[in-house]
């Protein structure tokens, strides 16, 4: 098996894969610049809050159904495909809602209709937009070849978390110029992906491997469960930042706000790090990279819980670098098992249902234990994240073991 793995490394001509890194930063600078305008796109509307985030919620929502569905047409009609109709969905959707919200503001559309329209542009971000990440990891992989899947992967997933990183400054910057300036610009940027990825060849699909499977089974579900326990644990400690801050800093709201983009920004460097320096290089199998990063997001996790400002900072950190690890590991994993295409389909579905777990969570640990034990709460995931990593290395047998 090993031969003929690396007989497909060897035919594979290495191409570059920034421009499908680029296309994945495009989700990271819509996600996290879409939060920074909640506040005016709230004003620009009239629209409520909770309005905005249950649009917000429907968009993410419709990734359940329609990632999977993109996984498998990754692997029918190429990715490239994919990918050219995940731009042009991203395109559209920000399209319509700077449309919107700039109609909505001039007076010149009343609210039901801008509802309507805003729901549309939601509806068209989860039905595209779903497929952009999955057709990047499993083209990312095509071009690299099974032997540099690992670096593969890591490339898409720095991709992401630049965009992360860059998206909230962006669209603060776009907010000076305009109040629906950052809507535009998001527009108008996958245009610039769109033609580099219409440059690009098509590169056919990898054979599946005899151990590939072209459905999903019962056997994989543990790594997807791990991939929705990552999504959870994540989204919580998130959460948890500003109750957690607030009775150490007074309850000053301005210096809350100004820790939390601190620590979000930490958290992302450390991501980026993680990537580029410990995933990237491949030094570790996939199966020592899950483990490794579950007994750090507990580390972690275990020093935000204590009560004290400066190992808050390097809690966060140390839980940034696990998580980033965490995800390559059980995607490679059930990347053994299950065809690229519809592994990368199911592992996105399982992170949606992760931050769904995450949303059902908070209400019920707010209302029984209060705010500030959110970050408890994602602790408690992680435990159980590295507990289900733990069964999994049981489970597993090296090469050596089976011969």
Same mark, same amino acid.
């Given at each position: 098996?090993?031969?003929?793995?690396? %007989?497909?490394?060897?035919?594979? %001509?290495?191409?570059?894969?920034?421009?499908?890194? +680029?296309?994945?930063?495009?989700?990271?600078?819509g996600q996290n610049g879409l939060l920074v305008m909640l506040p005016?796109?709230?004003?620009?509307?009239? *629209?409520?809050? !909770?309005?905005?985030?249950?649009?917000?919620?429907?968009?993410?929502? +419709?990734?359940?159904?329609?990632?999977p569905w993109w996984g498998r047409q990754s692997e029918r009609r190429g990715c490239k495909v994919v990918m050219v109709a995940s731009l042009s969905g991203y395109l559209a959707s920000f399209g319509v809602m700077a449309l919107v919200v700039w109609a909505m503001a001039a007076g010149m559309l009343a609210g039901a209709?801008?509802?309507?329209?805003?729901?549309? !542009?939601?509806? =068209?971000?989860?039905?595209t937009v779903s497929g952009m990440v999955p057709a990047a990891q499993t083209w990312a992989i095509q071009r690299a070849g099974l032997e540099k899947r690992m670096a593969a992967l890591a490339t898409i !997933?720095?991709?992401?978390?630049?965009?992360?990183?860059?998206?909230?400054?962006?669209?603060?910057?776009? *907010?000076?110029?305009?109040p629906v300036a950052p809507l535009w610009l998001m527009a108008i940027a996958p245009l610039i992906a769109l033609l580099l990825?219409?440059?690009?060849?098509?590169?056919?699909?990898?054979?599946?491997?005899?151990?590939?499977?072209?459905?999903?089974?019962?056997?994989?579900?543990?790594f997807l469960l791990l991939a929705l326990?990552?999504?959870? =644990?994540? !989204? +919580?400690?998130? =959460?948890?930042?500003?109750p957690h801050l607030s009775p150490l800093l007074e309850g000053n709201a301005r210096d809350i706000s100004h820790h939390v983009a601190l620590l979000l920004s930490l958290a992302a460097l450390a991501t980026l790090a993680a990537q580029f320096l410990v995933v990237r290089p491949q030094?570790?199998?996939?199966?020592? =990279? *899950?483990?490794?990063?579950?007994? *750090?997001?507990?580390?972690g996790l275990g020093l935000m819980c204590v009560a004290e400002l400066a190992l808050f900072y390097v809690g966060i950190a140390i839980t940034s670098l696990g998580a980033a690890m965490a995800t390559p590991g059980y995607? +490679?994993?059930?990347?053994?098992?299950?065809? %690229?295409g519809k592994g990368a389909g199911a592992i996105a579905t399982s992170h949606t249902l992760g931050y769904g777990v995450s949303a059902l969570l908070v209400p019920v640990v707010t209302r029984f234990f209060g705010e500030q034990y959110l970050t408890m709460a994602a602790w408690g995931m992680a435990v159980l994240f590295l507990a289900l990593s733990v069964g999994v290395r049981v489970n597993e047998r090296t090469p050596a073991e089976k011969h």
């Open positions: 098996m090993r031969a003929y793995s690396e %007989t497909l490394t060897e035919n594979i %001509t290495p191409k570059a894969n920034w421009p499908l890194a +680029l296309c994945a930063g495009l989700l990271g600078v005016q796109l709230v004003t620009l509307t009239g *629209l409520s809050l !909770s309005v905005w985030a249950g649009l917000l919620m429907f968009g993410s929502m +419709l990734f359940l159904p329609a990632s209709w801008g509802l309507a329209g805003l729901i549309l !542009s939601r509806l =068209l971000y989860g039905l !997933s720095s991709g992401l978390s630049c965009g992360r990183l860059l998206g909230p400054p962006l669209a603060a910057l776009m *907010l000076s110029v305009n990825v219409l440059r690009e060849v098509a590169d056919p699909p990898l054979p599946p491997v005899a151990h590939q499977s072209t459905r999903l089974q019962v056997s994989m579900l543990p326990l990552l999504a959870a =644990l994540v !989204s +919580l400690m998130q =959460l948890g930042l500003a030094h570790f199998s996939p199966l020592m =990279l *899950l483990c490794i990063a579950a007994v *750090l997001m507990v580390t995607q +490679l994993l059930l990347n053994d098992r299950l065809t %690229t």
